[in-house]
């Protein structure tokens, strides 16, 4: 494709008509600041970012995204990528950019006999759950159902069925993708093999995935799920317990735990709402009776303020987040990677989630280990597989306390701080605003250099920038 030329300002100021030498090239949408539902696009989950793009090219499909991506390399125009546009730092927008936004594109298709379904780049946990579980069968998938299938599969892929199923990545069999270069590759074990390595936790770095193909597995519909809460009061010997149960349960128990402020939700009762409280979120991926079975050793704790725990539909239990966690709303967050829950862990743990800041923030802490654990760390762009848990400390405040957001950003950064000494590196889809240094520390040594090697061989130039940036080699770049 050969683009007339075109005058691209680096500030709003004077930039109009900027998509006309893409429209004659382009199928979708072609949304520009002067026109009307600009404000609207260029939104994302989290509405504490801002920013001001020059041009939201609305991919329709395949084509839309190979044009785009041409328009930007041959005008030097600096571009990011919007899937579900659920990642807390806003890389699916940039100021004066071109967004490339692949949100339109949700096809699906399942092959129940093969098991297994295709997504679209566009996709949402929720396409994944709804089209899969029709079938009674399920892919591991984020805890909020309208997170980007894209971003999460990308960066690794935590999950309520990781112990069962593996991470997200575990499942995947191929991707569609457009490189920095604007052509069409398949990336798969047999095709691409590398580039298939690297897509498999090296997030965004290596080309747009148009589509993802992932196995599936037997599952549900129903399945034994819910939420146990006690008392904060409760939360040191809650973390002891899981500390001790996890080590042991089987690999069919997924559990989370969270420490925060009783939301006013319909399922927990009026006299806890905003009552600080600890709470263990299980999903059992097998039969209910054997999953009552296999929690016993929970019951074992104090009777809690609030149990839910029972068969459910899957497709529910996969929105129990969504209304604490929905569009527009502000959110920071930082992350560790952690061994073991020590007592010295905890403790910090039940110290900072004392002090928190916003009656929306919340401190999840998934446990890792079980199927996700025995795959081979040098098999996937995935490091630190022998980790233990997964903390993420989620800062959380309504756009009308937007002078507050200082506070709550500092609640996050000391509780980091506190919690530094134990880290055992990052989870890269919970990066924030981390610094580049930061970044290397969701790699191993190893892994770090076979992806900037990787880098530099399909985006030398740095194009897919807008990140948690891996850059090229410096070797050879």
């Known amino acids: 494709m050969n683009f007339p030329a075109v005058s691209f300002g680096r500030t709003l100021g004077g930039m109009t008509n900027i998509g006309t030498p893409l429209a004659p090239h382009f199928a979708g949408r072609l949304i520009q600041p002067d026109d009307a539902g600009y404000d609207a696009a260029r939104q994302i989950w989290n509405g504490h970012i801002q920013r001001y793009p020059a041009l939201i090219a609305r991919c329709s499909g395949v084509a839309d995204v190979i044009a785009a991506v041409r328009f930007c390399r041959e005008h030097d125009l600096p571009a990011s990528v919007r899937g579900g546009a659920h990642a807390v730092a806003g890389h699916a927008v940039r100021d004066g950019g071109v967004v490339i936004d692949l949100s339109p594109m949700t096809g699906t298709r399942v092959d129940p006999l093969a098991r297994t379904i295709q997504l679209e780049g566009g996709c949402t946990n929720a396409h994944l759950d709804r089209e899969s579980q029709a079938f009674g069968l399920a892919a591991t998938g984020g805890i909020v159902s309208h997170t980007g299938i894209g971003g999460l599969t990308l960066g690794g892929g935590l999950g309520h069925l990781m112990r069962k199923f593996g991470l997200a990545i575990d499942a995947l069999r191929s991707c569609d993708v457009v490189t920095a270069d604007g052509e069409f590759a398949v990336a798969s074990a047999h095709d691409n093999p590398e580039l298939f390595w690297g897509l498999r936790g090296g997030g965004g770095n290596f080309g747009i995935v148009t589509s993802f193909t992932f196995d599936l597995q037997p599952l549900g519909p129903t399945v034994l799920a819910g939420m146990l809460a006690w008392p904060m009061n409760d939360a040191v010997r809650v973390l002891r317990c899981l500390r ?234």
Do not use: C
């Open 244 to 477: 001790e149960f996890i080590v042991t349960a089987p690999d069919e128990v997924g559990v989370m735990a969270n420490l925060r402020l009783a939301p006013p939700l319909p399922v927990v009762p009026e006299s806890l709402w905003g009552k600080p409280i600890v709470a263990l979120v299980a999903t059992y991926a097998g039969s209910a009776r054997e999953g009552h079975k296999a929690l016993a050793p929970l019951r074992e704790l104090p009777a809690p303020a609030l149990d839910t725990v029972q068969p459910k539909p899957y497709v529910a239990h996969q929105k129990m987040f969504d209304p604490l966690y929905p569009h527009g709303r502000h959110y920071y967050w930082k992350s560790h990677k952690l061994g073991p829950l020590s007592d010295e862990i905890i403790d910090v743990v039940v110290d900072h989630a004392a002090r928190v800041t916003s009656p929306l923030s919340a401190v999840p802490i998934f446990s890792l280990g079980g199927a996700m654990a025995r795959v081979p760390e040098d098999a996937t762009a995935f490091p630190y597989r022998d980790a233990s848990h997964d903390i993420n400390i989620v800062a959380s405040w309504l756009p009308s306390e937007a002078g507050d957001a200082d506070r709550h950003i500092e609640w996050v950064r000391e509780f980091f701080r506190a919690l530094e000494p134990y880290s055992r590196g990052v989870y890269v889809n919970f990066t924030s605003d981390d610094a580049s240094d930061r970044v290397q520390t969701a790699y191993s040594e190893s892994q770090w250099a076979r992806l900037t090697a990787l880098k530099s061989t399909y985006d030398p130039s740095n194009f897919f920038r807008m990140n948690a940036n891996i850059p090229p080699s410096p070797v050879t770049r």
